[in-house]
């Protein structure tokens, strides 16, 4: 009866004993496959950070944004061409934007009261780049917009309208840069002949085949009204606040408008010779027609603009013979546009946010006497 007990009770430390052996087998095996899981994803993130260090499209924090590559323990900026010598990159190819973009906000609440200053609008826009200009980051633009001002003694507007453009543009998928053409000296204020000089020296700059020609002090009320060009010569600011959010009259084409590259050439450019204030936007709309175009604008809902309010400028008086130049628009463009132009540059200086492009314009001719 003892031998009997004790053999059962050596068989039961027996299987206690393999049951703890199998335990520890279990407990083992965890052990070591946790460990050798830590070491590989130690040993994948150090290939990573490895690889990284010489790729140039990780950790890219901004849109268009290139981040520096590490190299021997200092910070080194390399080139795409040097990167693209030692590895081969498959990148998917970015759409087309689309003719209306997501994101737009429709109807804007444009102001003026509040203080503006470049500093501002500039951490408003970090991702345009030197010279005021901007890539959709997610899609590739149709156009290449190219965004003209007539320019003189307007820095307070040029806050405001940066202020709110910048955004608008980006928005839309724009492709742009701004261009202000300053005009030196006190001299007569002549628009359109800076205009053509804006034509002119942005093809320098850039490859552009849509060009917007804006005033400085015009804010579009909704970013519907998109800055690109169309089949026929566009008029975008077809209704302003000074008057009373309606079209003057049929044939206006002043404040914002915008021609491709075709249409421009067509007509032979803007005429040079209406200096002071008014009658210019009227030859251009004549020189619309007269080759067999039509302009075409938004719908009225979206096509509000507000102006900031000014005293007109000095030396911008309303040009008395712009009446009698309008009506002889036929046999004057040919010898009065881009074929025609002459004027100095003074210098180019790309600010965070535009281009400045001074130039100097020369003088009126003198005028006729009656006598």
């Given at each position: 009866?003892?031998?009997l007990m004790?053999?059962?009770?050596?068989e039961?430390?027996?299987k206690?004993?393999?049951?703890?052996?199998?335990?520890?087998?279990?407990?083992?095996?965890?052990?070591?496959?946790d460990?050798?899981?830590?070491r590989f994803d130690?040993?994948?993130?150090?290939?990573?950070?490895?690889?990284?260090?010489?790729?140039?499209y990780?950790n890219?924090?901004?849109?268009?944004?290139?981040?520096?590559?590490?190299?021997?323990?200092?910070?080194?900026?390399?080139?795409?061409?040097?990167?693209?010598?030692?590895?081969?990159?498959t990148?998917?190819?970015?759409?087309?934007c689309?003719?209306?973009p997501q994101?737009?906000?429709g109807?804007?609440?444009i102001?003026f009261?509040?203080?503006m200053?470049m500093?501002?609008?500039?951490r408003?826009?970090?991702?345009v780049?030197e010279?005021g200009k901007?890539t959709?980051?997610?899609?590739i633009?149709?156009?290449?917009?190219?965004?003209?001002?007539?320019?003189?003694?307007?820095?307070?507007?040029l806050?405001?309208?940066?202020?709110y453009?910048?955004?608008?543009l980006?928005?839309?998928?724009?492709?742009?840069g701004?261009?202000?053409?300053?005009?030196?000296?006190?001299?007569?204020?002549?628009?359109?002949k800076?205009?053509?000089?804006?034509?002119m020296?942005?093809?320098?700059?850039?490859?552009?085949?849509?060009?917007?020609?804006?005033?400085?002090d015009?804010?579009?009320?909704?970013?519907r009204n998109?800055?690109h060009?169309?089949?026929q010569?566009?008029?975008?600011?077809?209704?302003?606040?000074?008057?009373?959010?309606r079209?003057?009259y049929?044939?206006?084409?002043?404040?914002?408008?915008?021609?491709?590259?075709?249409?421009f050439?067509k007509?032979?450019?803007?005429?040079?010779e209406?200096?002071?204030?008014?009658?210019?936007?009227?030859?251009?709309?004549?020189?619309?027609?007269?080759k067999?175009?039509?302009?075409?604008?938004?719908?009225?809902?979206?096509?509000?603009y507000r102006?900031?309010?000014?005293?007109r400028d000095?030396?911008?008086?309303?040009?008395p013979?712009?009446?009698?130049?309008?009506?002889?628009?036929k046999?004057?463009?040919?010898?009065?546009?881009?074929?025609?132009?002459?004027?100095k540059?003074v210098?180019?200086?790309?600010y965070?946010?535009?281009?400045?492009?001074?130039?100097?314009?020369?003088?009126?001719?003198?005028?006729v006497s009656?006598?």
């Amino acid at each position: 009866m003892t031998r009997l007990m004790l053999g059962k009770n050596l068989e039961r430390i027996c299987k206690a004993v393999l049951l703890l052996c199998l335990v520890h087998f279990i407990i083992m095996t965890i052990f070591y496959l946790d460990v050798y899981t830590q070491r590989f994803d130690i040993f994948s993130r150090f290939n990573s950070r490895n690889y990284s260090k010489v790729h140039q499209y990780f950790n890219i924090s901004k849109p268009n944004g290139t981040s520096p590559a590490i190299l021997g323990g200092e910070d080194h900026f390399v080139s795409s061409r040097k990167l693209e010598r030692n590895l081969t990159v498959t990148k998917k190819p970015l759409p087309l934007c689309p003719d209306v973009p997501q994101g737009l906000v429709g109807r804007l609440l444009i102001e003026f009261s509040s203080l503006m200053t470049m500093e501002k609008v500039q951490r408003e826009n970090p991702d345009v780049r030197e010279g005021g200009k901007y890539t959709p980051p997610d899609c590739i633009a149709k156009q290449r917009v190219a965004i003209i001002i007539p320019f003189r003694h307007r820095e307070h507007h040029l806050k405001y309208w940066l202020h709110y453009m910048h955004p608008i543009l980006r928005r839309q998928k724009i492709n742009y840069g701004i261009y202000i053409i300053n005009q030196q000296g006190e001299g007569m204020f002549n628009r359109a002949k800076l205009l053509n000089i804006g034509y002119m020296e942005v093809l320098k700059d850039g490859e552009y085949d849509c060009f917007v020609f804006s005033d400085v002090d015009l804010i579009p009320m909704d970013d519907r009204n998109l800055y690109h060009c169309y089949d026929q010569p566009r008029h975008f600011a077809i209704a302003m606040d000074k008057f009373g959010f309606r079209l003057p009259y049929n044939g206006y084409f002043g404040g914002v408008s915008g021609l491709s590259k075709e249409q421009f050439l067509k007509i032979n450019g803007f005429p040079n010779e209406y200096w002071g204030w008014g009658g210019e936007d009227d030859d251009i709309y004549n020189r619309i027609t007269l080759k067999g175009m039509k302009v075409s604008r938004p719908d009225s809902r979206i096509g509000k603009y507000r102006m900031i309010k000014h005293e007109r400028d000095k030396h911008n008086e309303p040009n008395p013979q712009r009446f009698t130049k309008i009506q002889n628009t036929k046999l004057t463009m040919k010898q009065d546009g881009i074929n025609t132009l002459k004027y100095k540059l003074v210098n180019i200086t790309k600010y965070p946010m535009y281009t400045n492009i001074t130039v100097d314009i020369g003088t009126p001719p003198p005028r006729v006497s009656r006598g």
